[in-house]
């Protein structure tokens, strides 16, 4: 078992040991979704202070507006009835430091982790690669506001979502922990 595995599993079974959140509804008690990036520097619970069962909190590479993302925004609405979303990219994402040309080259050369330094990506193994990373749009960010208001445009318009809803654009700041309005987003 590998150090990790055994880590989780120990403090799953200590969470569980005082577990008392067995009778939450599965619908969000305040009724608001956050899409934001998987980031491990944001923890939306604390940012947008949440409990369990208060909100659902939707991760991703970055906190694109994916097809996937709105996938879960929409059955976040239609089934368990929020009513309002937010859109939450952050500083410092990974995201804007390569392009998807820069990632599908990485991809056709090798599948191993790559390595990033002063000068740029570099691949850390040698093949096999895949060229499919080409037809994948890797929804990388140049400019943090810009995505927040194209993701919210995209949100907004989308044809399976209701005009009624408010969707509030942020980007956290990863050094102060505060979340920043972004203008014409909001």
Request: glycine share 8%; hydrophobic share 40%.
């Amino acid at each position: 078992m590998s150090s990790i595995l055994n880590e989780v599993l120990t403090a799953n079974q200590e969470y569980a040991e005082n577990f008392d959140k067995g009778d939450l509804p599965m619908p969000p008690g305040r009724h608001f979704a956050i899409l934001t990036c998987m980031d491990a520097r944001l923890d939306p619970a604390k940012y947008a202070g949440l409990s369990e069962g208060d909100a659902h909190v939707i991760r991703n590479a970055g906190g694109r507006a994916s097809d996937d993302a709105i996938r879960s925004l929409v059955i976040s609405y239609k089934l368990l009835g929020t009513r309002e979303w937010f859109v939450i990219h952050h500083t410092d994402c990974g995201m804007e430091t390569f392009t998807n040309e820069i990632i599908t080259d990485l991809l056709a050369s090798s599948l191993k982790t790559a390595s990033v330094d002063a000068s740029g990506w570099h691949d850390s193994g040698n093949g096999p690669g895949s060229t499919e990373g080409k037809y994948i749009n890797w929804l990388t960010i140049k400019d943090q506001a810009q995505s927040v208001r194209e993701d919210i445009a995209r949100i907004k318009s989308h044809p399976l979502v209701p005009s009624d809803i408010p969707v509030y654009g942020y980007i956290y700041d990863v050094k102060s922990g505060r979340l920043i309005a972004v203008p014409a987003a909001i």
